[in-house]
């Protein structure tokens, strides 16, 4: 009965980090939509791919880690033309 409860409270923390960080997301779009910004969050949603805070295969770890790898670099032309410093104005005083 114990580690049932451990279990579900790992089952509401995920829930509650995943509601969280769409709610946060939604907001911003709300208050800052001035601001241009990129959000690399890809879902994965093959069965095989399903985890939880509990995974521990390191292969399938390391398989999520290249995926990550792989959405990052889908989104990376888009995050380095946010982030060019070349087209942001230098303060006054020089320096970068």
């Known amino acids: 009965m114990r580690w049932y409860k451990y279990l579900r409270s790992v089952q509401l923390l995920q829930k509650t980090l995943e509601i969280n960080t769409q709610s946060m997301d939604q907001l911003r779009g709300i208050l800052f939509k001035q ?5 690399i969050s890809d879902t994965f949603e093959k069965p095989e791919m399903a985890t939880d805070l509990f995974e521990h295969d ?4 390391n398989i999520l880690r290249q995926r990550g790898s792989e959405s990052f ?5 888009a995050l380095k033309e946010l982030l ?3 087209n942001t104005p230098q303060a006054p005083g020089g320096g970068n």
Do not use: C, G, Y
């Open 35 to 39: 601001i241009a910004t990129v959000r």
């Open 73 to 77: 670099a889908s989104h990376e032309a």
């Open 58 to 61: 390191l292969n399938k770890l």
């Open 84 to 86: 060019d410093v070349s």
